[in-house]
């Protein structure tokens, strides 16, 4: 079993740090031209109605010119990281085209494997600029310390009110994968504040996140392949951590530098964080060793769970002032002899055991898991990420063009795409299809 599960770590590395950089842009070109579709070409209208991000026929007039904030999901990391390696682009960089392209836009860096609470607060603290605030009554139940690292803020001036224009300063988040529920309870933080932080914390000792904003600071929130209902990937990993762990040690080995490999689990809350001098190796074994993964649920682990989605559905919801758009994404197909959906070819390899075991999950208890949960694209069931549905009442909508406050506007479904290729790591340049996504968020009212 260890041999085996070596073998696909190997394959994993390979992948997803030695394989890209060993394809030039010539041959990423040859993709791009070849019989594989591109990611614009590929959105499809499953129901079916007029929608298309890329417009062709008229260009969407540009109305506000709010920051665009990019959210990172589950083992994510920041663009100091991985030598350069994107999240946001692999090989690419999505940050610095739409930057190029006119719209002022940021990568956050937030906990890889925190808890949605905590991953909001650092969210928050960064944009802002100030000292992260995890609140007093949440690092009391939980056990960790209450404030964390300290951010000069990509913009600062957000939340006040613009000398030229007379209006708050807004801004638009856009989440992938966990990065979906993250950006979704900083909006309602944001708009409602926390009631039982100000009732222990004094009113001049807490986060501004705690308080009830007069004015709405999020202009939109878009979530990409999101687990907004959780994800049955949870039912076979027993933590998301060790194996990652070991993924980014084999990675780092294949290329010497082990002792200096850039990536940062962002755990200081927990009292993780990486001594000076300290190898990743024993950095990382601090990390797995810890109590964290079993004894509390203030994780991505629990989070990312249907019970974890549906307890944060039960008090997160779309705010009235705010737009809030979804997109999923599939790479799978039905069996004809079993009906269970099974990766496609193309599917990146390190997605297939996983998206194999999401294709014929079912389970019968507090959550029913049926069939309806069997499309994935390797990482998240695709029925996840319209919008919250277990414990939620907030409204899905299909988006016709005219986009509504306050409910969710679902653009559609990315057929033959898996859970990263989506965010550029993987056969498609995303660049024009992410072009059009802030389009589209610059032309809200």
């Known amino acids: 079993m260890k041999i085996f599960r070596m073998i696909v770590l190997f394959v994993i590395s390979v992948v997803l740090f030695v394989s890209p950089y060993n394809v030039g842009a010539e041959q990423i070109s040859s993709f791009k031209n070849s019989n594989f579709t ?36 589950l083992v994510g990391w920041g663009r100091d990281e991985l030598l350069g390696f994107r999240y946001w682009g692999g090989l690419t960089d999505i940050e610095k085209d739409l930057n190029s392209y006119g719209y002022e836009t940021y990568s956050a860096a937030v906990g890889p494997f925190s808890s949605n609470w905590d991953r909001a607060c650092e969210l928050f603290a960064q944009i802002k600029g100030g000292t992260v605030d995890y609140g007093e009554v949440h690092s009391l139940e939980h056990g960790h310390d209450r404030y964390g690292r300290t951010y000069s803020g990509f913009y600062p001036e957000w939340g006040e009110v613009n000398s030229t224009t007379g209006e708050v300063n807004k801004i638009h988040l856009v989440g992938h994968s966990l990065g979906g529920p993250t ?35 999020v ?16 039912r076979l990993v027993d933590s998301f951590f060790p194996m990652t762990k070991e993924i980014i040690a084999l990675a780092a080995s294949l290329t010497g530098k082990t002792d200096n490999i850039l990536y940062d689990f962002k755990l200081d809350q927990w009292g993780l964080k990486r001594r000076e001098g300290e190898t990743f190796e024993s950095y990382a ?58 990766p496609e070819l193309f599917m990146n390899p390190i997605l297939y055991i996983l998206s194999d075991f999401l294709g014929k999950y079912t389970e019968n208890g507090s959550i029913t898991i049926n069939s309806d949960w069997w499309k994935n694209d390797g990482v998240v069931n695709t029925n996840s990420m319209d919008g919250p549905t277990l414990g939620s009442t907030d409204e899905i909508v299909f988006y016709e063009g005219l986009p509504e406050k306050g409910v969710w506007n679902y653009l ?25 996504v802030a389009d589209l968020l610059g032309s809200l009212q």
């Open 285 to 342: 074994n601090r990390v797995y060793n810890s109590s964290i993964w079993n004894d509390t649920k203030d994780t991505a682990e629990w989070d990312a769970s249907p019970e974890g989605a549906r307890e944060i559905n039960s008090w997160v919801s779309a705010q009235p002032s705010t737009y809030y758009f979804s997109v999923s994404t599939e790479q799978t197909y039905p069996s004809i002899w079993s009906g269970n959906h099974k």
């Open 412 to 436: 559609g479904e990315f057929n033959s795409t898996d859970h990263i290729d989506i965010v550029g790591i993987g056969l498609y340049d995303v660049r024009s299809w992410y072009r059009s």
């Open 183 to 217: 950006i979704r309870l900083l909006t309602q933080l944001l708009e409602h504040g926390d009631e039982n932080e100000l009732a222990v914390s004094d009113s001049n000792d807490i986060s501004s996140l705690f308080k009830k904003e007069t004015s709405s600071m």
């Open 38 to 73: 591109t990611l614009s070409d590929q959105l499809t209208d499953p129901q079916p109605f007029p929608q298309n991000l890329l417009p062709s026929e008229k260009s969407l007039a540009r109305i506000n010119h709010y920051p665009i904030v990019l959210v990172h999901g």
């Open 219 to 234: 202009s939109s929130v878009f979530t990409i392949s999101s687990p907004h209902d959780g994800s049955t990937a949870t």
